[in-house]
């Protein structure tokens, strides 16, 4: 059974056109991150919630946003998408800050 | 600052044979972990194995074995009888526990592909 579940798997956007992406979890972890993958690139940590605590990384866009209203649901939105944010978004899991990481499937996302 | 140098973007490997992903790391933290992930064409990023680095033993999860080697700083992935499922990108990752809150810092990935 999935435990980290994406949705949608696929996301075509228009330039310019806010989108959001869904993330939910059966582990009960305290962590979720958001990651950003760009072609033949490794993921980049976009930000995490420990429990309600929002963690940014210092150099994320503002354009992205995230909202996480319980323990099983994180959401990533991306505010006015630009043609440089086509990319695959994984979410991931963890217990806490120091356990290891569960990824979901990912949603590729096109920006039209 | 910490690092992660997978220097094989693409490696070969014939069905049933063994192979090796090399992986080095720099980091000042005593304390830390390493991660192996493998990445199919779908996307999903699936976790294989752990290293701590104070185990004293190398970690071993079925066909996948991590030849740690602390003085070296070296954390390569072994893959035992290679299947046709194992191709793949491979990402080694680090985390250490001193620092911001334990992210995970990846290498650039190696494309593994297995020949029948």
Redesign the interface.
Same mark, same amino acid.
């Given at each position: 059974d999935a435990m980290v579940i994406q949705n949608p798997r696929y996301q075509v956007t228009q330039f310019g056109k806010p989108v959001t992406l869904s993330c939910s979890q059966t582990l009960n972890h305290n962590v979720m991150y958001w990651y950003q993958q760009k072609s033949s690139?490794? &993921?980049k940590?976009l930000f995490?919630y420990?429990d309600k605590d929002f963690?940014n990384?210092a150099d994320t866009p503002d354009n992205f946003q995230s909202r996480r209203p319980n323990t099983s649901f994180c959401f990533l939105d991306i505010r006015s998408p630009g043609l440089g944010d086509a990319a695959?978004y994984?979410c991931?899991t963890s217990r806490d &800050?120091?356990q290891?990481?569960?990824?979901?499937?990912?949603t590729?996302l096109l920006v039209l | 600052a910490q690092k992660i140098t997978q220097t094989q973007p693409g490696m070969f490997v014939q069905e049933k044979e063994a192979v090796t992903l090399d992986c080095t790391y720099d980091t000042s933290d005593p304390s830390y972990g390493l991660f192996w992930y493998k990445q199919p064409s779908s996307g999903e990023m699936i976790f294989l194995i752990y290293q701590g680095s104070y185990d004293q033993q190398n970690a071993t999860e079925g066909r996948y074995s991590l030849n740690f080697q602390k003085a070296r700083k070296s954390a390569n992935l072994v893959i035992s009888a290679s299947q046709l499922g194992d191709s793949a990108m491979y990402f080694c990752a680090m985390r250490d526990y001193g620092g911001s809150q334990g992210n995970l810092i990846f290498g650039k990935g190696t494309k593994l592909s297995v020949k029948p």
């Open positions: 690139q490794a &993921p940590l995490h420990y963690n990384e695959m994984l991931a &800050p120091i290891t990481q569960y990824f979901g499937p990912g590729r | -």
